[in-house]
């Protein structure tokens, strides 16, 4: 037997070249320091919750924890078929659209290779990026947009993958559907443009696509959409979120994913929350009604409130300075919103829209914040 060389010995085992490079994702804060029940505005949640079937379903299946769940979730890809009209061997489930976006990245690119997304794209596609070893490129946006000629020119030959957000977090902007037929038809066939559509449930724009109908068309094999539960259906801790594409890419993901990837109480939920209709009405509305508000109060105080169609409102102070002062007197008042530093936001926090009486006492500090300057 081969003795490993004295300059071996002592050394510890290496990651890959670029890991330590990653800096964790942070989730939005739930807690402060010193206060018992802190209101979270920082992750995007529904702040009515779940509906009242996913919760009955998810009780329920607690009566089978000792057995594995149906790795090919079977029953709820054939729902997402019926309620979508689409084919169901070309969905497939994961923990969350997160678990989507990181296989697709690894699946598709790997060192050498670039992966592409908008200036103020979502975080985790990043880290997707460099994970799989590849460099993420970012495209410039226009008035916290998505901007199509600035994605399109950013394209080159080592591009793999593009993803899109649409409405984008944080800045809840979308791109209509001419933009995105435009997009996608000036990127070669061979890259992979992925829309992620996590808030796409709380539109009501009639020149907005979520890109399922661009993907079911004839010959269309390089798109790839993602949904997720986590946001108006509220069921964020149950990690559930599903994709529709071509099916070599399907394929891809299922060879990649874990074998019992989605656990069963989340799959009974899911099932239950699709098809409660009524409540995702009552979310939608309440939401459009905290939208509303936010950016009437904000245009009162002379905050930018970016125009967003998500379930949150990305407030624009005068300068970082004072953005971290409106953030500290929102945290002495019990309120916690989402800094945008990591997304070169500094001047900028997310509040996500919370109950009725949350939103007002967020925009209330703010006025005797911003009146005692």
Partial sequence: MTKPAAETMNRAPEPRAGIEAITPYKGGESAIEGQAAPVKLSSNENPLGCSPAARAALIESAERLALYPDGAAAELREALARAHALDVERIACGSGSDELIQILARGYAGPGDEILFSQYGFLSYRLAAMQAGATPVTAPEREYRTDVDAMLAAVTPRTKIVYVANPNNPTGSYLPGAELRRLHAGLRPDILLVIDCAYTEYLDKPDYEDGLALAREDGQDNIVTLRTFSKIYGLAACRIGWCFGPARVIGVINRMRGP??????????????????????????????????????????????????????????????????????????????????????????????????????????????????
């Fill in 260 to 373: 019992f990837n989605v656990n069963a109480p989340a799959l009974a939920a899911a099932h239950a929350a699709l098809g409660d209709a009524d409540f995702l009405a009552q979310s939608k509305a309440h939401n459009a009604e905290g939208l509303a508000f936010f950016n009437a109060e904000a245009e009162r105080l002379g905050v930018l409130a970016t125009p967003s169609v998500g379930n949150f409102v990305l407030l624009r102070f005068a300068d970082a300075q004072i953005c971290q002062g409106a953030d500290a007197a929102l945290r002495a008042a019990g309120l916690i919103l989402r800094g945008m530093q990591p997304y070169g936001l500094p001047d900028c926090l997310r509040a996500s829209v919370g109950l009725e009486a949350d939103n007002k006492r967020v925009m209330d500090v703010l006025a005797s914040f911003l009146s005692a300057r």
